[in-house]
């Protein structure tokens, strides 16, 4: 694939969904596998923050790259399991925001957590964000849980592959889409 194509790839991924992911908007998500497939791609929030994690992963080195999207996805099912439950998660949309700005200035700094530091932080992102789709599942929780999960690593993937091809010819690419992802989680928040 030629680099330009993969750019054209990656940009699109930054189009904004139809809709934020957040509470309430699950009355307009088909049901089942198909609605928990396309949560994460309807909503910029969690669309952002699925990607953000990849590019992290890929500015990793050796089998770290595996252990930042396998914390997250670990966590994600966690917080689905949560959300499932009677149990409400205090400053959600807040924490969803945060964990979009704070992953996109980590891509743009490229600052170098202690990697249990990084675990623990993309750890309580997915958290929050788990908790928004167990919420907002619709049909059957295992299929609805298993849409999002493929569609959560398969984003995951991408964002990785995308920095490993871009990163050495175009590192301000990659900075500058943490940076994009950084300002997208700021309006998020206002």
Do not use: N
């Amino acid at each position: 694939m030629q680099t330009s194509t993969r750019f054209l790839l990656m940009t699109l991924t930054l189009v904004p969904g139809l809709a934020l992911a957040h509470v309430g908007d699950h009355l307009h998500t088909p049901a089942g596998f198909t609605g928990g497939l396309l949560h994460p791609l309807g909503g910029l929030d969690h669309l952002l923050a699925m990607l953000a994690v990849g590019v992290l992963a890929g500015l990793q080195s050796g089998h770290k790259q595996l252990l930042v999207p396998g914390a997250f996805l670990l966590a994600l099912l966690g917080g689905f399991l949560l959300g499932l439950t009677s149990f409400a998660l205090p400053l959600l949309e807040l924490g969803i925001a945060a964990s979009v700005v704070l992953l996109g200035l980590l891509v743009t700094t490229r600052i170098q957590l202690p990697m249990a530091a990084m675990l623990l932080l993309t750890a309580l992102f997915a958290t929050f964000h788990g908790y928004a789709h167990g919420v907002e599942y619709t049909g059957s929780a295992l299929t609805f849980g298993l849409g999002f999960f493929l569609a959560s690593l398969a984003l995951h993937l991408c964002g990785l592959a995308l920095t490993k091809t871009l990163v050495q010819p175009f590192p301000l690419l990659i900075r500058g889409s943490g940076a994009a992802i950084a300002i997208s989680g700021l309006v998020m928040l206002f």
